[in-house]
């Protein structure tokens, strides 16, 4: 089973800051990479796939980069209501989601 | 607007089965793939299965295969998904989510709309 792992499992961050997110596969998939943005009591939300296209109505903030086995969410200034969980997923294989990054105000 | 609306909130004790719902609106049904994802309390999120809504194929993560049913009704635009033999760690909320590619094409396997979520509790 491809295994997703995200680093750190909580990053805190002052508004207007930089936000580098990590996430590692267990084998190369490629580009078929997706991150999303859960807010509690909500689904998760399309933020970018093929690792670096944003997903519609995503502000240009939010940046995605890698291939093979090392990605990053870049969000280069953060807003208030960027405060959130941030998942990773693959489906270069069955689809599969990492634990996810708590990303938090400093 | 696309919009994925679920059933409400369920409390199963241990060996029974749930059923729930996700009606679509808002873009033709049978023309976009289905998935159903789960999220157990604290965890990262858990692909289930995918539904052609046109063709009815279905497909399920190994980890369900025996315990889960995918199926649609066209003429309701609401896909259903099944899930027996319920123990404990199926607590969680199941999603419906719609995939980004048409059914013409294989499926991206990610998630562009998603429900807003059912509460499934298994409980004695």
């Known amino acids: 089973d491809m295994v997703m792992t995200q680093s750190p499992a909580t990053l805190s961050v002052s508004p207007g800051e930089r936000a580098t997110l990590s996430c590692r596969a267990s084998?190369?998939?490629?580009?078929?990479l997706a991150w999303y943005q859960q807010k509690p009591g909500q689904a998760p939300s399309l933020l970018i796939y093929g690792a670096s296209t944003r997903a519609a109505g995503i502000p240009a903030r939010f940046s995605g980069s890698g291939s093979g086995t090392e990605f990053t969410l870049t969000i280069s200034s953060l807003q208030s209501e960027d405060f959130a969980v941030y998942y990773c997923q693959q489906y270069y294989n069955w689809p599969s989601f990492g634990q996810g990054t708590k990303l938090e105000i400093k | 607007q696309v919009q994925l609306l679920q059933s409400g909130a369920e409390v199963k004790k241990p060996g029974a089965s749930v059923k729930v719902s996700c009606k679509a609106s808002g873009y033709t049904f049978t023309r976009y793939y289905m998935h159903w994802v789960r999220q157990a309390p604290g965890q990262g999120p858990e692909w289930m299965g995918i539904i052609n809504p046109s063709s009815g194929v279905r497909t399920y993560a190994q980890k369900f295969q025996g315990r889960v049913t995918m199926t649609r009704d066209t003429s309701a635009s609401t896909v259903y998904m099944e899930l027996s033999s319920l123990t404990f760690e199926d607590t969680a909320v199941y999603y419906c989510a719609r995939d980004l590619d048409i059914v013409e094409g294989p499926a991206a396997h990610f998630f562009e709309y998603w429900g807003q979520g059912t509460l499934v509790t298994v409980s004695s």
């Open positions: 084998q190369s998939v490629n580009l078929n």
